[in-house]
């Protein structure tokens, strides 16, 4: 039987920034969904670390703060991270931008070879 996540995820390429407890580093979401994401960076993260975590959306004047977030799993330089703590201001803002990603790809001609 397959592994079936919660939430729908999207891929993405959306600059982000993090620090821990004793690193600070900057990396790319590769997906992003409403309960975590995944990013690709120079800095290693192990499981379990606990980070904070902007994430810059390209036509935004402000990233989005996850004020707490937790690795999940590390391979090589991508982490996944679960989202722990978000402001009500940046839950409806991930909420609002997840639901525009979701209306774009639905607008997306698939092609059948």
């Known amino acids: 039987m397959g592994y079936h996540r919660k939430n729908q995820r999207f891929d993405v390429?959306?600059?982000s920034t993090f620090?821990?407890?004793?690193?600070?580093g900057q990396g790319t979401i590769?997906?992003?969904s409403v309960g975590g994401c995944s990013i690709e960076s120079?800095?290693?993260?192990t499981a379990h670390s606990i980070v904070a975590l902007k994430?810059?959306?390209?036509?935004s004047p402000r990233p989005l703060e996850i004020a707490q977030a937790v690795v999940r799993w590390a391979h090589g330089n991508t982490f996944g991270l679960e989202f722990q703590a978000l402001s009500e201001t940046d839950t409806t803002l991930l909420q609002q931008r997840l639901?525009?990603?979701n209306h774009t790809t639905a607008q997306v001609p698939h092609s059948f070879s």
């Not at 994430?55 to 036509?59: A, G």
């Open 55 to 59: 994430i810059q959306f390209p036509d």
């Open 13 to 15: 390429r959306f600059s």
């Open 30 to 32: 590769t997906n992003l």
């Open 99 to 101: 639901q525009d990603l």
């Open 42 to 45: 120079k800095i290693t993260l």
């Open 19 to 24: 620090v821990g407890e004793a690193l600070a």
